[in-house]
């Protein structure tokens, strides 16, 4: 059923790249830096992030998951027809023969994405705030 939503997860990763460049092509023609702290790029940045965590953890899960045929799974990693001694989703684990198959740098890359994601996601609301604040002063009334 994962497997299902890996091709939506790489077209808005590949949409939320490309507005990201666009972004910054339109801020660079029209003479200003790229700037990451304005609300628009922060919900990309998110968004890439999110999808590119969730593109992670369904290429580990479907390669080093043990699913239907367990003992397929240790003997495609390992060279071992043996049937995993534990898994997990969360971190992801699939231990064969004693030995952890799942890659190490698996689970830190789906904190460090997921983590980016809601720190973007979280920044966004501020930056909003921030921008309306320094782009649209209060002026100053008549007769005070």
């Given at each position: 059923?994962?497997?299902?939503?890996?091709?939506?997860?790489?077209?808005?990763l590949a949409a939320a790249l490309l507005h990201l460049a666009l972004h910054a092509r339109r801020r660079i023609r029209g003479g200003h830096?790229?700037?990451?702290?304005?609300?628009k790029?922060?919900?990309l940045v998110s968004v890439a992030a999110l999808?590119?965590?969730?593109?992670?953890?369904?290429?580990a899960e479907g390669t080093y998951s043990p699913g239907l045929w367990g003992d397929k799974t240790c003997m495609f990693t390992m060279g071992v027809r043996a049937h995993?001694?534990?898994?997990?989703?969360f971190p992801l684990s699939t231990?064969?023969?004693?030995m952890e198959i799942v890659p190490a740098?698996?689970?830190?890359?789906?904190?460090?994405?997921?983590?980016?994601?809601?720190?973007?996601?979280?920044a966004v609301p501020v930056a909003y705030v921030v921008?309306?604040?320094?782009?649209?002063p209060r002026k100053a009334t008549v007769g005070s």
């Open positions: 059923m994962l497997f299902v939503l890996i091709i939506p997860a790489m077209l808005v830096r790229p700037r990451l702290a304005s609300p790029p922060l919900a999808s590119s965590a969730f593109l992670v953890f369904s290429y995993p001694e534990s898994s997990s989703l231990v064969c023969s004693g740098w698996v689970n830190p890359t789906l904190v460090a994405l997921t983590a980016l994601a809601a720190a973007t996601l979280v921008r309306r604040r320094t782009v649209s």
